[in-house]
């Protein structure tokens, strides 16, 4: 089984200056992912039981875009199965919050490149001009919808 602490000496080693929590985050997401791993396997890392279903096979990368930054996770994976962690969303790079905040920056005429800076101040990694476009497809067919609406 995993530790049921979390190793602080060593997160505030790593940490530096401005990425603590930053680092607290993905180590806490990590645990979690792990625990959640060993429930569904019926057994702890290296360890031999008869309850066990499968064995772990690797881990994926994913980077999770928050308002702390990017996170880098490291996603379990098993031999037989799959594994997605709950707290996360499929395939979903960004928070519902950062989508909210492109579009109303899109509704309120700023352009799409000047989007990308207002990303990266607060605090990602930036965010292309196809993608804002195609976050705020949505909004168009919405407006298209209401005015093409029977009066």
């Not at 990590?30 to 396997?41: H, R």
């Not at 799409?112 to 949505?138: N, P, W, Y």
Request: proline letters at 4%.
């Amino acid at each position: 089984m995993t530790e049921d602490r979390l190793p602080l000496a060593e997160l505030l080693a790593k940490a530096g200056d401005g990425d603590f929590l930053r680092t607290i985050a993905e180590s806490v997401m990590q645990l979690l992912m792990e625990a959640d791993v060993e429930g569904m396997i019926g057994a702890g890392r290296h360890e031999r039981t008869l309850e066990r279903a499968t064995y772990r096979n690797g881990y994926r990368d994913r980077s999770l875009d928050t308002r702390l930054g990017s996170l880098q996770l490291r996603i379990p994976k098993l031999r037989q199965g799959s594994y997605f962690p709950p707290f996360l969303e499929p395939r979903k790079l960004s928070e519902k919050a950062l989508v909210a905040v492109i579009q109303e920056a899109w509704i309120s005429g700023v352009s799409t490149r000047r989007v990308d800076d207002l990303v990266q101040a607060m605090g990602l990694s930036g965010i292309g001009k196809s993608t804002v476009s195609k976050l705020c497809k949505d909004i168009d067919e919405r407006v298209g919808g209401f005015l093409d609406r029977p009066l």
